[in-house]
Protein backbone atom coordinates (compact mmCIF):
# COMPACT_ATOMS: atom_id res chain seq x y z
CA UNK A 1 0.00 0.00 0.00
CA UNK A 2 3.48 2.17 -0.53
CA UNK A 3 1.51 4.15 -3.33
CA UNK A 4 -1.57 5.22 -0.91
CA UNK A 5 1.62 6.97 0.67
CA UNK A 6 2.70 8.88 -2.20
CA UNK A 7 -0.83 9.51 -3.19
CA UNK A 8 -1.58 11.38 0.51
CA UNK A 9 1.90 13.27 0.02
CA UNK A 10 1.06 14.23 -3.65
CA UNK A 11 -2.34 15.74 -2.75
CA UNK A 12 -1.29 17.10 0.47
CA UNK A 13 1.59 18.82 -1.57
CA UNK A 14 -1.14 19.44 -4.18
CA UNK A 15 -3.37 20.81 -1.33
CA UNK A 16 -1.27 24.10 -0.49
CA UNK A 17 -0.58 25.07 -4.34
CA UNK A 18 -2.60 28.31 -5.83
CA UNK A 19 -3.01 25.49 -8.47
CA UNK A 20 -5.46 23.70 -7.12
CA UNK A 21 -7.49 26.33 -5.93
CA UNK A 22 -7.14 28.16 -9.09
CA UNK A 23 -8.13 24.97 -10.40
CA UNK A 24 -11.30 24.88 -7.86
CA UNK A 25 -12.41 28.26 -8.95
CA UNK A 26 -12.16 27.72 -12.40
CA UNK A 27 -14.58 24.62 -12.29
CA UNK A 28 -17.36 26.28 -10.08
CA UNK A 29 -17.29 29.16 -12.28
CA UNK A 30 -17.58 26.77 -15.56
CA UNK A 31 -19.89 24.59 -14.33
CA UNK A 32 -22.18 26.50 -12.48
CA UNK A 33 -22.14 29.32 -15.05
CA UNK A 34 -22.70 26.99 -17.53
CA UNK A 35 -25.41 25.89 -15.68
CA UNK A 36 -26.36 29.29 -15.71
CA UNK A 37 -25.77 30.78 -19.19
CA UNK A 38 -27.98 27.55 -19.99
CA UNK A 39 -31.09 29.13 -18.10
CA UNK A 40 -30.75 32.57 -20.19
CA UNK A 41 -30.23 30.75 -23.56
CA UNK A 42 -33.38 28.30 -23.03
CA UNK A 43 -35.32 31.76 -21.79
CA UNK A 44 -34.11 33.17 -24.98
CA UNK A 45 -35.67 30.47 -27.28
CA UNK A 46 -38.82 30.34 -25.44
CA UNK A 47 -39.05 34.46 -26.11
CA UNK A 48 -38.71 34.04 -29.99
CA UNK A 49 -41.45 30.79 -29.55
CA UNK A 50 -40.24 27.76 -29.41
CA UNK A 51 -42.43 25.55 -27.95
CA UNK A 52 -42.49 24.24 -24.25
CA UNK A 53 -38.68 24.67 -23.04
CA UNK A 54 -38.57 23.50 -20.35
CA UNK A 55 -35.30 23.64 -18.03
CA UNK A 56 -34.17 20.34 -17.63
CA UNK A 57 -30.90 18.85 -15.61
CA UNK A 58 -30.33 16.01 -19.37
CA UNK A 59 -30.22 19.06 -21.37
CA UNK A 60 -27.39 20.85 -19.06
CA UNK A 61 -25.62 17.49 -19.36
CA UNK A 62 -26.00 17.74 -23.28
CA UNK A 63 -25.31 21.05 -23.35
CA UNK A 64 -22.18 20.67 -20.98
CA UNK A 65 -20.72 17.25 -23.19
CA UNK A 66 -19.07 19.49 -25.20
CA UNK A 67 -17.17 21.91 -23.32
CA UNK A 68 -16.19 19.51 -20.37
CA UNK A 69 -14.85 16.78 -22.87
CA UNK A 70 -12.28 19.55 -23.88
CA UNK A 71 -11.42 21.54 -20.34
CA UNK A 72 -11.16 17.98 -18.14
CA UNK A 73 -8.76 17.14 -20.44
CA UNK A 74 -6.40 19.76 -20.81
CA UNK A 75 -6.66 21.06 -16.71
CA UNK A 76 -5.82 17.04 -16.12
CA UNK A 77 -2.85 16.96 -18.71
CA UNK A 78 -1.75 20.39 -17.23
CA UNK A 79 -1.43 19.06 -13.88
CA UNK A 80 0.43 15.80 -14.61
CA UNK A 81 2.85 16.04 -18.02
CA UNK A 82 5.66 17.01 -15.39
CA UNK A 83 4.62 14.80 -12.73
CA UNK A 84 7.52 12.22 -13.27
CA UNK A 85 9.42 13.40 -15.28
CA UNK A 86 9.75 16.99 -12.97
CA UNK A 87 10.62 14.67 -10.03
CA UNK A 88 13.53 13.12 -11.84
CA UNK A 89 14.71 16.27 -13.50
CA UNK A 90 14.61 18.28 -10.44
CA UNK A 91 15.59 15.17 -7.74
CA UNK A 92 12.67 15.19 -5.62
CA UNK A 93 12.72 11.61 -7.09
CA UNK A 94 15.99 10.76 -5.47
CA UNK A 95 14.23 10.73 -1.86
CA UNK A 96 10.88 9.57 -2.62
CA UNK A 97 12.68 6.56 -4.03
CA UNK A 98 15.65 6.25 -1.85
CA UNK A 99 12.51 5.82 0.39
CA UNK A 100 11.12 1.95 0.27
CA UNK A 101 8.74 2.91 -2.61
CA UNK A 102 8.98 1.09 -6.24
CA UNK A 103 8.56 2.92 -9.11
CA UNK A 104 5.27 0.91 -9.62
CA UNK A 105 3.93 2.70 -6.69
CA UNK A 106 5.31 6.01 -7.95
CA UNK A 107 3.08 5.76 -10.95
CA UNK A 108 -0.13 4.82 -8.87
CA UNK A 109 0.69 7.16 -6.09
CA UNK A 110 0.85 9.64 -8.52
CA UNK A 111 -1.94 9.00 -10.53
CA UNK A 112 -4.11 8.46 -7.83
CA UNK A 113 -3.23 11.60 -5.88
CA UNK A 114 -3.01 14.09 -8.97
CA UNK A 115 -6.58 12.65 -10.05
CA UNK A 116 -8.14 12.70 -6.26
CA UNK A 117 -6.98 16.19 -7.02
CA UNK A 118 -8.94 16.84 -9.68
CA UNK A 119 -11.86 14.97 -8.75
CA UNK A 120 -12.28 17.55 -5.34
CA UNK A 121 -11.92 20.90 -8.01
CA UNK A 122 -14.80 18.97 -10.40
CA UNK A 123 -16.89 17.74 -7.41
CA UNK A 124 -16.70 21.18 -5.53
CA UNK A 125 -17.79 22.65 -9.12
CA UNK A 126 -20.48 19.89 -9.70
CA UNK A 127 -21.97 21.16 -6.50
CA UNK A 128 -22.08 24.52 -7.34
CA UNK A 129 -23.81 23.53 -10.67
CA UNK A 130 -26.33 21.39 -8.26
CA UNK A 131 -27.76 24.67 -6.33
CA UNK A 132 -28.45 26.68 -9.81
CA UNK A 133 -29.83 23.65 -11.01
CA UNK A 134 -31.77 23.13 -8.09
CA UNK A 135 -32.56 26.78 -8.13
CA UNK A 136 -33.58 27.36 -11.62
CA UNK A 137 -34.38 24.55 -13.85
CA UNK A 138 -37.81 22.73 -13.87
CA UNK A 139 -36.75 19.26 -13.99
CA UNK A 140 -33.94 17.56 -11.82
CA UNK A 141 -32.97 14.10 -12.17
CA UNK A 142 -30.85 12.94 -9.61
CA UNK A 143 -29.81 10.08 -11.75
CA UNK A 144 -28.72 11.70 -14.80
CA UNK A 145 -26.87 14.46 -12.94
CA UNK A 146 -24.89 11.99 -10.72
CA UNK A 147 -24.05 9.72 -13.59
CA UNK A 148 -22.14 12.98 -15.61
CA UNK A 149 -20.51 13.60 -12.54
CA UNK A 150 -19.27 10.15 -12.29
CA UNK A 151 -18.02 10.30 -16.34
CA UNK A 152 -16.46 13.92 -15.79
CA UNK A 153 -14.29 12.22 -12.45
CA UNK A 154 -13.18 9.07 -14.52
CA UNK A 155 -12.14 11.62 -17.59
CA UNK A 156 -10.48 13.27 -15.16
CA UNK A 157 -8.90 10.28 -14.07
CA UNK A 158 -8.26 8.68 -17.29
CA UNK A 159 -6.45 12.03 -18.46
CA UNK A 160 -4.52 12.13 -14.96
CA UNK A 161 -3.45 8.33 -16.07
CA UNK A 162 -2.39 9.37 -19.14
CA UNK A 163 -0.78 12.39 -17.74
CA UNK A 164 1.32 10.82 -15.28
CA UNK A 165 1.97 7.96 -17.92
CA UNK A 166 3.53 10.07 -20.56
CA UNK A 167 5.65 12.12 -17.60
CA UNK A 168 6.91 8.42 -16.54
CA UNK A 169 8.43 7.75 -20.25
CA UNK A 170 10.95 11.00 -20.20
CA UNK A 171 12.76 12.72 -17.56
CA UNK A 172 12.67 15.46 -19.57
CA UNK A 173 10.34 18.15 -18.80
CA UNK A 174 10.40 19.66 -21.71
CA UNK A 175 9.68 17.11 -23.88
CA UNK A 176 7.10 15.58 -21.06
CA UNK A 177 5.20 18.91 -22.38
CA UNK A 178 5.56 18.16 -25.96
CA UNK A 179 4.48 14.47 -25.35
CA UNK A 180 1.13 15.70 -23.57
CA UNK A 181 0.65 18.22 -26.07
CA UNK A 182 0.75 15.98 -28.87
CA UNK A 183 -1.44 13.62 -27.33
CA UNK A 184 -3.98 15.63 -26.82
CA UNK A 185 -3.39 17.03 -30.52
CA UNK A 186 -3.44 13.41 -31.92
CA UNK A 187 -6.37 11.96 -29.75
CA UNK A 188 -8.62 15.05 -29.57
CA UNK A 189 -7.77 17.45 -31.83
CA UNK A 190 -6.78 15.00 -35.72
CA UNK A 191 -8.45 11.82 -34.70
CA UNK A 192 -11.97 12.72 -35.86
CA UNK A 193 -10.13 12.48 -39.03
CA UNK A 194 -8.68 9.73 -38.66
CA UNK A 195 -11.94 7.42 -38.94
CA UNK A 196 -12.54 9.82 -41.77
CA UNK A 197 -9.14 8.46 -43.06
CA UNK A 198 -10.12 5.30 -42.64
CA UNK A 199 -13.18 5.08 -44.40
CA UNK A 200 -11.68 6.83 -47.28
CA UNK A 201 -9.37 3.89 -47.54
CA UNK A 202 -11.90 1.60 -47.25
CA UNK A 203 -14.70 2.88 -49.36
CA UNK A 204 -12.88 5.53 -51.57
CA UNK A 205 -14.77 8.51 -50.34
CA UNK A 206 -13.98 11.12 -47.35
CA UNK A 207 -17.82 10.68 -45.24
CA UNK A 208 -20.04 8.49 -44.96
CA UNK A 209 -23.74 9.84 -46.50
CA UNK A 210 -26.53 10.84 -44.56
CA UNK A 211 -29.33 8.92 -44.50
CA UNK A 212 -32.84 10.02 -42.99
CA UNK A 213 -34.49 8.07 -39.90
CA UNK A 214 -38.10 7.84 -40.02
CA UNK A 215 -39.17 10.79 -38.10
CA UNK A 216 -36.24 13.07 -40.44
CA UNK A 217 -34.00 13.58 -38.75
CA UNK A 218 -30.76 13.29 -40.72
CA UNK A 219 -27.98 10.59 -39.10
CA UNK A 220 -24.82 9.14 -40.72
CA UNK A 221 -24.52 6.11 -42.25
CA UNK A 222 -21.90 4.41 -41.43
CA UNK A 223 -20.44 1.02 -40.65
CA UNK A 224 -20.06 0.20 -36.88
CA UNK A 225 -16.24 0.09 -37.15
CA UNK A 226 -16.31 3.87 -38.04
CA UNK A 227 -18.06 5.16 -35.25
CA UNK A 228 -16.08 2.62 -33.18
CA UNK A 229 -13.12 4.61 -34.29
CA UNK A 230 -14.09 7.13 -33.23
CA UNK A 231 -14.63 6.28 -29.78
CA UNK A 232 -11.40 5.48 -29.22
CA UNK A 233 -10.55 9.19 -28.58
CA UNK A 234 -11.09 9.16 -24.85
CA UNK A 235 -13.17 12.29 -25.23
CA UNK A 236 -15.56 10.52 -27.50
CA UNK A 237 -15.75 7.80 -25.13
CA UNK A 238 -16.45 9.68 -22.40
CA UNK A 239 -19.56 11.48 -24.44
CA UNK A 240 -20.47 8.52 -25.79
CA UNK A 241 -20.60 6.84 -22.30
CA UNK A 242 -22.30 9.34 -20.71
CA UNK A 243 -24.92 10.11 -23.34
CA UNK A 244 -25.45 6.18 -23.66
CA UNK A 245 -26.05 6.39 -19.32
CA UNK A 246 -27.87 9.22 -19.31
CA UNK A 247 -30.60 9.67 -22.25
CA UNK A 248 -32.62 6.10 -22.91
CA UNK A 249 -35.05 8.10 -25.13
CA UNK A 250 -31.89 9.27 -27.59
CA UNK A 251 -32.10 7.66 -31.07
CA UNK A 252 -28.31 5.73 -31.28
CA UNK A 253 -26.79 5.43 -34.34
CA UNK A 254 -29.82 4.90 -36.51
CA UNK A 255 -28.13 3.34 -38.83
CA UNK A 256 -28.27 -0.26 -36.71
CA UNK A 257 -31.65 -2.45 -35.95
CA UNK A 258 -29.84 -3.49 -32.94
CA UNK A 259 -26.68 -1.55 -31.25
CA UNK A 260 -23.54 -3.68 -31.46
CA UNK A 261 -22.22 -4.52 -28.04
CA UNK A 262 -19.10 -2.40 -29.31
CA UNK A 263 -21.08 0.66 -30.07
CA UNK A 264 -22.31 0.55 -26.27
CA UNK A 265 -22.01 2.66 -23.75
CA UNK A 266 -20.38 -0.24 -21.82
CA UNK A 267 -17.98 -0.56 -24.47
CA UNK A 268 -16.99 3.19 -24.40
CA UNK A 269 -16.54 2.68 -20.11
CA UNK A 270 -13.97 -0.20 -21.21
CA UNK A 271 -12.28 2.22 -23.57
CA UNK A 272 -12.01 4.72 -21.24
CA UNK A 273 -10.83 2.02 -18.42
CA UNK A 274 -8.23 0.72 -21.31
CA UNK A 275 -6.75 4.40 -21.35
CA UNK A 276 -6.26 4.73 -17.55
CA UNK A 277 -4.29 1.31 -17.58
CA UNK A 278 -2.69 0.97 -20.81
CA UNK A 279 -1.12 4.53 -20.43
CA UNK A 280 0.67 4.59 -17.17
CA UNK A 281 1.22 0.87 -17.90
CA UNK A 282 3.76 1.91 -20.89
CA UNK A 283 4.44 4.83 -18.61
CA UNK A 284 6.20 2.53 -16.10
CA UNK A 285 7.54 0.06 -18.58
CA UNK A 286 9.98 2.97 -19.64
CA UNK A 287 10.58 4.30 -15.92
CA UNK A 288 11.39 1.21 -14.42
CA UNK A 289 14.13 0.39 -16.94
CA UNK A 290 15.47 4.24 -17.17
CA UNK A 291 18.41 5.28 -15.08
CA UNK A 292 17.76 8.21 -13.07
CA UNK B 1 29.08 -10.35 6.04
CA UNK B 2 30.07 -7.24 3.96
CA UNK B 3 26.99 -4.43 4.73
CA UNK B 4 27.70 -3.62 1.10
CA UNK B 5 29.84 -5.30 -1.70
CA UNK B 6 30.33 -4.71 -5.69
CA UNK B 7 31.89 -6.66 -7.68
CA UNK B 8 33.08 -6.36 -11.00
CA UNK B 9 30.83 -3.22 -11.97
CA UNK B 10 31.30 -1.26 -15.03
CA UNK B 11 28.72 1.59 -15.96
CA UNK B 12 28.76 2.96 -19.55
CA UNK B 13 26.76 5.37 -20.54
CA UNK B 14 27.00 5.38 -24.22
CA UNK B 15 30.44 5.81 -25.02
CA UNK B 16 31.56 7.12 -20.81
CA UNK B 17 32.48 4.96 -18.95
CA UNK B 18 31.66 5.85 -15.20
CA UNK B 19 32.56 3.00 -13.22
CA UNK B 20 35.21 0.48 -14.45
CA UNK B 21 35.06 -3.11 -13.18
CA UNK B 22 35.07 -1.85 -9.59
CA UNK B 23 34.84 -3.97 -6.50
CA UNK B 24 34.41 -2.37 -3.20
CA UNK B 25 33.53 -4.09 0.25
CA UNK B 26 32.40 -2.10 3.32
CA UNK B 27 32.16 -4.20 6.18
CA UNK B 28 29.21 -4.41 8.84
CA UNK B 29 29.58 -1.66 11.47
CA UNK B 30 32.47 0.76 9.71
CA UNK B 31 32.63 4.36 8.98
CA UNK B 32 33.57 3.47 5.09
CA UNK B 33 34.94 7.06 3.56
CA UNK B 34 34.14 6.99 -0.25
CA UNK B 35 36.52 9.55 -1.75
CA UNK B 36 37.01 11.41 -4.83
CA UNK B 37 37.11 14.32 -7.39
CA UNK B 38 33.53 15.18 -8.25
CA UNK B 39 32.93 13.27 -11.32
CA UNK B 40 34.99 10.00 -10.28
CA UNK B 41 31.90 7.94 -10.15
CA UNK B 42 30.90 8.17 -6.39
CA UNK B 43 27.09 8.96 -7.22
CA UNK B 44 26.87 6.58 -10.00
CA UNK B 45 28.44 3.94 -7.06
CA UNK B 46 25.21 4.94 -4.54
CA UNK B 47 23.15 5.54 -7.39
CA UNK B 48 24.14 1.54 -8.24
CA UNK B 49 23.38 0.38 -4.83
CA UNK B 50 20.22 2.41 -4.51
CA UNK B 51 18.98 0.89 -7.88
CA UNK B 52 18.46 4.33 -9.65
CA UNK B 53 20.95 3.22 -12.27
CA UNK B 54 21.57 -0.20 -13.05
CA UNK B 55 24.91 -1.76 -13.86
CA UNK B 56 26.06 -2.22 -18.02
CA UNK B 57 27.96 -5.39 -15.96
CA UNK B 58 28.67 -6.84 -12.16
CA UNK B 59 26.40 -6.83 -9.16
CA UNK B 60 26.02 -5.32 -5.93
CA UNK B 61 24.76 -6.70 -3.05
CA UNK B 62 23.55 -4.22 0.41
CA UNK B 63 22.84 -6.19 3.61
CA UNK B 64 23.13 -9.23 1.55
CA UNK B 65 20.42 -8.46 -1.41
CA UNK B 66 20.60 -7.58 -4.83
CA UNK B 67 20.46 -4.49 -5.17
CA UNK B 68 18.37 -4.64 -8.16
CA UNK B 69 16.04 -7.60 -7.46
CA UNK B 70 15.65 -6.91 -3.96
CA UNK B 71 15.79 -2.96 -4.20
CA UNK B 72 12.71 -2.64 -2.09
CA UNK B 73 13.90 -4.45 1.38
CA UNK B 74 17.28 -2.50 1.15
CA UNK B 75 15.83 0.73 1.35
CA UNK B 76 13.46 -0.47 4.07
CA UNK B 77 17.02 -0.79 5.88
CA UNK B 78 18.44 1.19 4.98
CA UNK B 79 19.04 5.00 5.09
CA UNK B 80 19.90 7.55 2.32
CA UNK B 81 21.33 11.44 1.71
CA UNK B 82 20.85 11.59 -1.93
CA UNK B 83 22.93 14.07 -3.54
CA UNK B 84 21.19 16.38 -5.73
CA UNK B 85 18.01 15.92 -4.27
CA UNK B 86 15.09 18.65 -4.23
CA UNK B 87 12.45 19.18 -1.24
CA UNK B 88 9.11 19.23 -1.97
CA UNK B 89 8.39 22.78 -2.05
CA UNK B 90 4.86 23.15 -0.42
CA UNK B 91 5.60 20.08 2.32
CA UNK B 92 6.95 21.08 5.92
CA UNK B 93 9.84 20.03 7.51
CA UNK B 94 7.41 17.72 9.97
CA UNK B 95 5.93 16.71 6.65
CA UNK B 96 8.37 15.37 5.29
CA UNK B 97 9.61 13.62 7.92
CA UNK B 98 6.34 12.43 8.63
CA UNK B 99 6.15 11.21 4.64
CA UNK B 100 9.70 8.83 5.41
CA UNK B 101 8.25 7.51 8.54
CA UNK B 102 4.86 6.48 6.97
CA UNK B 103 7.05 5.06 4.20
CA UNK B 104 9.14 2.80 6.22
CA UNK B 105 6.60 2.15 9.37
CA UNK B 106 8.49 3.49 11.46
CA UNK B 107 7.52 5.03 14.22
CA UNK B 108 9.99 7.73 15.34
CA UNK B 109 9.01 11.44 16.51
CA UNK B 110 9.24 13.69 13.58
CA UNK B 111 9.75 16.16 15.70
CA UNK B 112 12.67 14.91 17.82
CA UNK B 113 14.61 14.44 14.49
CA UNK B 114 14.28 17.48 13.59
CA UNK B 115 15.97 18.28 17.00
CA UNK B 116 18.28 16.42 16.70
CA UNK B 117 19.96 17.68 13.28
CA UNK B 118 19.31 21.28 14.81
CA UNK B 119 16.25 22.43 12.87
CA UNK B 120 13.35 22.49 15.34
CA UNK B 121 12.02 25.79 14.20
CA UNK B 122 11.66 24.53 10.50
CA UNK B 123 9.02 21.91 11.54
CA UNK B 124 6.14 23.92 10.46
CA UNK B 125 7.73 25.73 7.67
CA UNK B 126 7.28 24.89 4.30
CA UNK B 127 10.39 23.55 2.72
CA UNK B 128 10.86 25.51 -0.26
CA UNK B 129 12.30 28.27 2.13
CA UNK B 130 14.85 26.14 3.30
CA UNK B 131 18.63 27.23 3.18
CA UNK B 132 20.50 24.65 1.59
CA UNK B 133 22.07 23.71 4.70
CA UNK B 134 19.02 23.53 6.07
CA UNK B 135 17.84 21.20 3.39
CA UNK B 136 20.77 18.60 3.99
CA UNK B 137 19.87 18.64 7.47
CA UNK B 138 16.16 18.07 6.62
CA UNK B 139 17.44 15.05 4.42
CA UNK B 140 19.68 13.89 7.23
CA UNK B 141 16.58 13.55 9.37
CA UNK B 142 15.13 11.51 6.94
CA UNK B 143 18.09 9.24 6.29
CA UNK B 144 17.91 8.41 9.96
CA UNK B 145 14.09 7.35 10.46
CA UNK B 146 14.01 3.90 11.41
CA UNK B 147 17.15 3.45 12.89
CA UNK B 148 18.50 1.96 9.55
CA UNK B 149 21.40 -0.54 9.28
CA UNK B 150 22.85 1.19 6.93
CA UNK B 151 23.47 5.01 6.05
CA UNK B 152 24.42 5.49 3.05
CA UNK B 153 25.56 9.44 2.86
CA UNK B 154 26.40 11.55 -0.91
CA UNK B 155 28.10 14.61 0.09
CA UNK B 156 26.56 15.01 3.22
CA UNK B 157 28.29 18.19 4.40
CA UNK B 158 27.61 20.01 0.64
CA UNK B 159 25.62 23.40 1.84
CA UNK B 160 26.63 22.77 5.57
CA UNK B 161 28.96 25.45 7.34
CA UNK B 162 31.80 24.34 9.38
CA UNK B 163 29.22 24.03 12.20
CA UNK B 164 27.16 22.31 10.86
CA UNK B 165 29.41 19.70 9.29
CA UNK B 166 31.28 19.08 12.90
CA UNK B 167 27.43 18.27 13.73
CA UNK B 168 26.85 16.04 11.09
CA UNK B 169 30.10 14.22 11.99
CA UNK B 170 29.24 13.78 15.86
CA UNK B 171 25.69 12.48 14.20
CA UNK B 172 27.68 9.87 11.91
CA UNK B 173 29.69 8.72 14.75
CA UNK B 174 26.44 8.37 17.38
CA UNK B 175 24.97 6.53 14.35
CA UNK B 176 28.35 3.95 14.14
CA UNK B 177 28.46 3.97 17.88
CA UNK B 178 24.69 2.63 17.65
CA UNK B 179 25.88 0.07 15.17
CA UNK B 180 24.87 1.32 11.86
CA UNK B 181 27.41 0.74 9.64
CA UNK B 182 28.05 4.12 7.50
CA UNK B 183 29.04 4.51 3.92
CA UNK B 184 29.65 8.45 2.90
CA UNK B 185 31.13 9.66 -0.33
CA UNK B 186 33.13 13.23 -0.23
CA UNK B 187 35.47 14.93 -2.40
CA UNK B 188 36.90 16.86 0.79
CA UNK B 189 40.01 15.04 2.96
CA UNK B 190 39.07 16.65 6.24
CA UNK B 191 36.04 15.60 6.33
CA UNK B 192 36.57 11.66 5.83
CA UNK B 193 39.63 11.86 7.71
CA UNK B 194 37.82 13.27 10.84
CA UNK B 195 35.37 10.48 11.56
CA UNK B 196 36.30 7.20 8.74
CA UNK B 197 38.05 3.68 10.11
CA UNK B 198 38.38 3.34 6.38
CA UNK B 199 38.62 5.08 2.92
CA UNK B 200 38.15 4.24 -0.36
CA UNK B 201 39.72 6.38 -2.93
CA UNK B 202 38.11 6.41 -6.79
CA UNK B 203 39.52 8.13 -9.74
CA UNK B 204 37.65 8.01 -12.91
CA UNK B 205 35.72 4.85 -12.22
CA UNK B 206 38.54 3.02 -10.70
CA UNK B 207 39.23 2.29 -7.08
CA UNK B 208 43.08 3.46 -6.55
CA UNK B 209 43.60 2.96 -3.47
CA UNK B 210 41.37 1.50 0.05
CA UNK B 211 43.61 2.32 3.36
CA UNK B 212 42.80 2.78 6.74
CA UNK B 213 43.16 6.60 7.88
CA UNK B 214 46.47 6.06 9.02
CA UNK B 215 47.66 4.24 6.01
CA UNK B 216 46.34 7.27 4.18
CA UNK B 217 48.01 9.93 5.85
CA UNK B 218 51.76 7.71 5.83
CA UNK B 219 51.07 7.52 2.27
CA UNK B 220 50.69 11.18 1.76
CA UNK B 221 53.54 12.33 4.06
CA UNK B 222 52.71 14.13 7.53
CA UNK B 223 50.60 16.77 4.87
CA UNK B 224 52.22 19.19 3.10
CA UNK B 225 53.25 19.38 -0.64
CA UNK B 226 56.28 21.88 -1.79
CA UNK B 227 55.72 23.78 -5.11
CA UNK B 228 59.26 24.58 -6.56
CA UNK B 229 60.07 26.93 -9.39
CA UNK B 230 63.50 26.82 -10.82
CA UNK B 231 64.92 28.63 -13.69
CA UNK B 232 64.81 25.93 -15.56
CA UNK B 233 63.50 22.59 -15.31
CA UNK B 234 65.93 19.12 -16.21
CA UNK B 235 65.53 15.44 -16.00
CA UNK B 236 68.87 15.40 -13.69
CA UNK B 237 66.33 17.70 -10.76
CA UNK B 238 63.87 15.37 -11.37
CA UNK B 239 65.51 12.42 -10.45
CA UNK B 240 67.18 14.43 -7.56
CA UNK B 241 64.24 15.16 -6.03
CA UNK B 242 62.42 12.00 -6.16
CA UNK B 243 65.81 10.45 -4.79
CA UNK B 244 65.21 12.61 -1.78
CA UNK B 245 63.78 10.55 1.50
CA UNK B 246 60.76 11.60 2.25
CA UNK B 247 59.64 12.16 -0.79
CA UNK B 248 56.55 10.44 -2.15
CA UNK B 249 55.57 11.94 -5.33
CA UNK B 250 56.87 14.45 -7.85
CA UNK B 251 55.04 16.12 -10.96
CA UNK B 252 56.22 18.73 -13.31
CA UNK B 253 54.44 21.58 -15.21
CA UNK B 254 57.22 23.55 -17.04
CA UNK B 255 59.60 24.74 -14.84
CA UNK B 256 57.42 24.53 -11.47
CA UNK B 257 57.59 20.90 -9.85
CA UNK B 258 55.19 19.86 -7.18
CA UNK B 259 55.84 17.44 -4.67
CA UNK B 260 54.57 15.88 -1.92
CA UNK B 261 56.48 15.12 0.82
CA UNK B 262 57.21 15.31 4.50
CA UNK B 263 57.64 18.83 6.07
CA UNK B 264 61.64 17.46 7.65
CA UNK B 265 61.87 16.67 4.11
CA UNK B 266 61.77 20.47 2.83
CA UNK B 267 65.28 21.89 3.19
CA UNK B 268 66.89 18.89 1.77
CA UNK B 269 64.47 19.02 -1.56
CA UNK B 270 65.84 22.95 -1.94
CA UNK B 271 69.25 21.50 -1.25
CA UNK B 272 69.05 18.33 -4.23
CA UNK B 273 67.51 20.96 -6.73
CA UNK B 274 70.73 23.39 -6.13
CA UNK B 275 73.04 20.86 -6.32
CA UNK B 276 71.58 18.97 -9.71
CA UNK B 277 71.88 22.55 -11.13
CA UNK B 278 69.40 24.29 -10.45
CA UNK B 279 68.37 27.92 -9.42
CA UNK B 280 65.39 28.23 -7.21
CA UNK B 281 63.80 31.66 -8.38
CA UNK B 282 60.41 30.64 -5.95
CA UNK B 283 58.85 28.16 -3.35
CA UNK B 284 56.40 27.37 -1.56
CA UNK B 285 54.43 25.33 0.79
CA UNK B 286 50.65 24.05 1.29
CA UNK B 287 48.67 21.44 3.26
CA UNK B 288 48.13 18.13 1.65
CA UNK B 289 45.12 18.14 -0.19
CA UNK B 290 43.04 15.34 -1.68
CA UNK B 291 45.28 15.94 -4.71
CA UNK B 292 48.85 15.20 -2.89
CA UNK B 293 46.84 11.90 -1.65
CA UNK B 294 45.95 10.89 -5.51
CA UNK B 295 48.99 11.96 -6.17
CA UNK B 296 50.28 9.82 -4.01
CA UNK B 297 48.27 6.21 -4.62
CA UNK B 298 48.85 6.87 -8.12
CA UNK B 299 52.23 7.63 -8.64
CA UNK B 300 52.38 4.26 -6.60
CA UNK B 301 50.12 2.48 -8.49
CA UNK B 302 52.75 3.39 -11.54
CA UNK B 303 55.60 2.16 -9.86
CA UNK B 304 53.53 -1.20 -9.00
CA UNK B 305 52.61 -1.61 -12.48
Known amino acids: ?292 | MAAIELSGVTKRYGDVTALHDLDLEVRDGEIYGFLGPNGAGKSTTIDILLDFVRPTAGSATVLGHDSHADSLSIRQRIGVLPEGFHVYERLTGRQHVEFAIESKGANDDPDALLERVGIPDAADRKAGGFSKGMQQRLALAIALVGDPEILILDEPSTGLDPNGAREMRSIITEEANRGATVFFSSHILEQVEAVCDRVGILKNGQLVAEDTIRGLRDAAGTGSSLTVTVDELSADILAAVEDVPGVSGVSADGDTLTVSAENAAKTDILDAVESAGGEVEDFATREASLDDVFAAYTNDEAVEA
Open chain 1, 1 to 292: MSWAAIARKDFRDAARSKALWGLTVLFVLFMAGFAYLFTLLQGQGQGQGQSDAVLSSLDYVSFLMSPVALLVPITALVITHKSIAGEVESGSAKFLLSLPHTRRDAVVGKVVGRGSVLAASIGVGLVAALVVVLALYDVFDAGVFLTFAVMTVLLGFVYTGIGVGLSATTKDSGRATILAAGFFVVFEVVWGFASNALYYLVEGSFSPPFAQAADGTPYLDAPGWYFFVQRLSPSEAFASATQWFTDSTATFLPAFDTIPFYLTGWASLVILVAWVVVVPAAGFYVFSRADL
